[in-house]
T-cell receptor
C-alpha cells in the first residue's frame, strides 16, 4: 500500500520554462511534506518543505503547493535550469512517528538547454 | 563541514555471506535512520535509533540488524544476504525537532550500493 505516489517517473522541460512535479498521498495523518533532490551517486538532499497548516511555501525558484482536500502537492521550479536535472522525491511524515518519512518513487527531471 | 558519511560506497558480497555497512555523522544528531532503496522505487525505512533506543519497522526482515555503539556511528548488518537484498542503502540523521514531528528534515549520506553475487 503506497501512501505517497509520484505518478510521473520522468519529466522533460526546456531551460527557462516552468517544471511542475506532482505528488499524491493517501494518509490524512500526514502533516509535514518535503521535497528532496537526488543527483546520481549522491544521497538525497533537502530542497523545500511545507507544513499542513500552509498551502504554499516559496524559496527562491522553488515553490511547493499543498492541496489538503485533494491530498496533492506539487513542486514548481521557475525558471528551470540544466543544473536542476535530478531525481526529485516527495516525502511525508506524521506527528509522533519518530520523524519517519514515507517517500514517493521519484520523478526524474531533465532540463534541456 | 558537518555531514553524514557512509562506507563503503560500493559493496559486493556473496549470496549468504554476512556484510556490514557503516554510517557516521558529525552533526551530533540524536536520531539515525537506515533506508533501503531498490531500483526505481521509493526509499523504504528499515529501522531507526533514537539515541540507543532501537525502533524496527514491522516489515523489516529479521535478516537485517543494526548497531549503534555511540552517537556518531551506526551499522547495518545483513546476516545472510540474498539476491533480493541488492539495493542502495541510505543512512540519514535528524535532530530532536524532526523526531518529535516539529518539522525540519533528515540529512542523508551518499549511500552504499550493495551487489549480491
Amino acid at each position: 500500500d503506497q501512501q505517497v505516489k509520484q505518478n510521473s517517473p520522468s519529466l522533460s522541460v526546456q531551460e527557462g520554462r516552468i517544471s511542475i512535479l506532482n505528488c499524491d498521498y493517501t494518509n490524512s495523518m500526514f502533516d509535514y511534506f518535503l521535497w528532496y533532490k537526488k543527483y546520481p551517486a549522491e544521497g538525497p538532499t533537502f530542497l523545500i518543505s511545507i507544513s499542513s497548516i500552509k498551502d504554499k511555501n516559496e524559496d527562491g525558484r522553488f515553490t511547493v503547493f499543498l492541496n489538503k482536500s485533494a491530498k496533492h502537492l506539487s513542486l514548481h521550479i521557475v525558471p528551470s535550469q540544466p543544473g536542476d536535472s535530478a531525481v526529485y522525491f516527495c516525502a511525508a511524515s506524521a506527528n509522533n512517528q519518530g520523524g519517519k518519512l514515507i517517500f514517493g518513487q521519484g520523478t526524474e527531471l531533465s532540463v534541456k538547454p | 563541514d558537518a555531514m553524514v558519511i557512509q562506507n563503503p560506497r560500493y559493496q559486493v558480497t556473496q549470496f549468504g555471506k554476512p556484510v556490514t555497512l557503516s554510517c557516521s555523522q558529525t552533526l551530533n544528531h540524536n536520531v539515525m535512520y537506515w533506508y533501503q532503496q531498490k531500483s526505481s522505487q521509493a526509499p523504504k525505512l528499515l529501522f531507526h535509533y533514537y539515541d540507543k533506543d532501537f525502533n524496527n519497522e514491522a516489515d523489516t526482515p529479521d535478516n537485517f540488524q543494526s548497531r549503534r555503539p555511540n552517537t556518531s556511528f551506526c551499522f547495518l548488518d545483513i546476516r545472510s544476504p540474498g539476491l533480493g537484498d541488492a539495493a542502495m542503502y541510505l543512512c540519514a540523521t535528524s535532530g530532536l525537532a524532526t523526531y518529535r514531528g516539529k518539522g525540519e528534515t533528515q540529512y542523508f549520506g551518499p549511500g552504499t550500493r550493495l551487489l549480491v553475487l
